[in-house]
């Protein structure tokens, strides 16, 4: 080989390096930028929940015994209900997707889970993921955590919540899965 076709392959490879760091560059601004030019939150995407008569649903506010709910919560329902996370989040250990997986979240430390990048809003929170944090973070994300980037407008049913806490409960005990 003569100098002319090793600058070939050396030229191909920087270019296929370059290539790729570029594209590494863009996914990284399209998925994790989090701040505007302005140092303001924003949202990557934002997922919309229609619910039914959203206005009564306001104001129809009344104390729910969420533990009691959460006794008779139905896990094939949760399971359904989980359609609505399944976008971003995964069950597998270890196998994040948009959001951290959700192996194990009952009794977690909040954004403690290795190699995620959390918002700085779920860094800064305290504690454990137990049942109570939980339905609070899923009636409204962004009320809990604010500046959190997660899109998610929340569940507002209290059943939905409960069928869902249910079935991320039952994914521990019966899961073999470590």
Not at 80 to 87: L, T
Not at 108 to 114: D, G, K, L, P, Y
């Amino acid at each position: 080989m003569d100098t002319f076709e090793w600058t070939k392959i050396m030229g191909a490879f920087c270019g296929a390096l370059l290539f790729f760091l570029l594209l590494n560059w863009g996914t990284e601004i399209i998925y994790h930028e989090s701040h505007d030019h302005h140092g303001e939150e924003k949202l990557a995407y934002y997922l919309d929940v229609e619910t039914e008569n959203k206005e009564e649903m306001e104001s129809e506010v009344e104390e729910v015994d969420f533990l009691a709910l959460l006794e008779n919560a139905d896990i094939d329902k949760g399971k359904k209900v989980f359609g609505k996370c399944k976008s971003c989040h995964k069950l597998k250990k270890g196998e994040n997707g948009v959001g951290p997986h959700l192996y194990g979240i009952i009794g977690r430390e909040i954004a403690s889970v290795q190699g995620f990048k959390y918002s700085k809003a779920l860094v800064g929170l305290q504690g454990v993921w137990d049942i109570e944090p939980l339905n609070k973070y899923l009636t409204k994300p962004a009320g809990y955590a604010p500046g959190t980037a997660m899109s998610f407008a929340g569940l507002k049913k209290d059943s939905d919540r409960a069928n869902l806490i249910q079935y991320l409960i039952s994914l521990n005990k019966y899961s073999t899965t470590e």
